[in-house]
């Protein structure tokens, strides 16, 4: 008997059987489904992560106090800090700005908006991706002279005056110590809120200010807490931050104390894809859990068809079919089932992962090596759990296989 005609009898063999071979192949849908479905929307939030570390500014990086070692007002850094910092490292540095944020409402009628009331200075927009739609951004003059003005988005805008064309208006922000009313100078293109979908409730507007009036209201006193800071591309952003901490300890005499810390985007974004793909690793090996269950099923059921037909066995036997034929028979059989069931399963993982990418809005990455590796682990499953009753089949006594009834 050769390999076609054994294709033959066990596709005949499993359409005779419909729902029992559907039955045998769910647990391999389901279970290839599930793995190329959760690597797809895996991958899918690495990507969009990746798109918005983009937009964010991946040479980005924040300098700052070091918490944990109780730092004193000593080690605080200045604006004389600010300002060495900048000739010292004028080539590698896009942007650097303060900033010191606090939370705020303002007031509609009876309605309350949440506002975050951000103190900067005029590099601010070199760090932040800022686009000035009217009016314009904070110059130096502004935070020099402490005038009360502000740049605020187009969002804010529509929910407290009901247009964009606010220039000139004046916004009042009651803050948890005082109020303060600003003249606005800018609006701005309202910046997209990584995941703000998930929340329960849209997250608050940005009010930029400068940073001396801030500095003011709180009695700050041109000490801050931290930096933010942009890089030019080529540079090595962790290099140069070792660098500036080495400067800023020098200056404040705190060398050996650890008091200053700092973070880059590109780290975290290394640490956000390690966790996330050790998160789609740990998932879908528990989902490809249900492709052991879907290969038990198919042995199960290859076991029962081997006890069926133990007379068409012997009736094989007897006309000269010899072990390889009859093994092959099965264990084709069983390959085709899983194959069957994993075809099914890449389709169902396909359309059911652009569903979910569809509603939740991440983008649609399907893994090729995903699919490929489920298609041969589902002809993996077929030879493995098939070999067993393939092999029971193939030494069964073809005289008694006759008598069984």
């Not at 391999?28 to 489904?33: F, Q, V």
């Not at 009016?135 to 402490?146: M, P, T, V, W, Y």
């Not at 309202?190 to 979908?197: G, I, Y």
């Not at 200010?209 to 000490?223: D, F, L």
Request: proline share 3%.
């Amino acid at each position: 008997m050769n390999i076609i005609e054994s294709i033959r009898i066990a596709i005949e063999a499993i359409f005779s059987n419909k729902m029992r071979s559907l039955l045998t192949m769910l647990g391999i849908i389901i279970g290839i489904s599930s793995v190329i479905i959760i690597v797809s929307l895996g991958q899918g939030s690495q990507e969009m992560i990746h798109k918005e570390f983009e937009t964010f500014g991946v040479n980005r990086a924040y300098l700052g106090l070091n918490w944990r070692e109780s730092p004193t007002t000593r080690a605080y850094i200045t604006n004389e800090d600010i300002d060495i910092l900048n000739q010292v490292f004028a080539k590698e540095i896009k942007g650097m700005s303060p900033d010191i944020t606090d939370s705020g409402k303002v007031v509609k009628k009876t309605e309350e908006i949440n506002v975050n009331l951000s103190g900067i200075n005029e590099q601010y927009n070199k760090i932040e991706n800022i686009v000035i739609k009217e009016g314009r951004f904070l110059l130096e003059s502004d935070i020099k002279a402490r005038r009360k003005v502000a740049v605020i988005d187009e969002g804010l805008a529509l929910k407290v005056f009901g247009r964009t064309n606010v220039l000139e208006e004046e916004i009042t922000v009651d803050l948890r110590y005082s109020k303060a009313t600003f003249a606005i100078i800018g609006i701005a293109k309202k910046q997209p809120v990584p995941f703000a979908n998930f929340g329960n409730s849209e997250p608050p507007s940005y009010i930029y200010v400068p940073i001396s009036i801030i500095e003011q209201m709180n009695g700050m006193n041109g000490i801050y807490w931290g930096l933010n800071i942009n890089f030019n591309k080529e540079v090595k952003p962790q290099e140069i931050l070792d660098k500036m901490i080495s400067l800023i300890e020098r200056r404040h005499n705190t060398i050996g104390k650890n008091y200053y810390v700092s973070y880059t985007a590109e780290s975290e974004l290394a640490m956000l894809n390690q966790i996330m793909g050790i998160l789609t690793l740990v998932v879908g090996a528990i989902a490809a859990i249900s492709l052991l269950v879907g290969g038990i099923g198919v042995m199960n059921i290859m076991l029962v068809s081997v006890t069926e037909r133990t007379k068409e066995i012997g009736i094989r036997k007897a006309i000269g079919a010899k072990y390889k034929d009859i093994m092959m028979q099965f264990l084709i059989e069983a390959i085709i089932i899983s194959g069957i069931g994993g075809i099914i399963g890449i389709l169902f993982g396909i359309l059911i992962s652009f569903a979910i990418s569809s509603i939740i809005g991440f983008p649609l990455v399907l893994s090729v090596a995903a699919i490929i590796i489920a298609t041969l682990f589902s002809i993996i499953v077929g030879i493995f759990f098939g070999f067993y009753p393939a092999k029971k089949a193939s030494k069964l006594d073809p005289i008694q296989a006759l008598r069984y009834e």
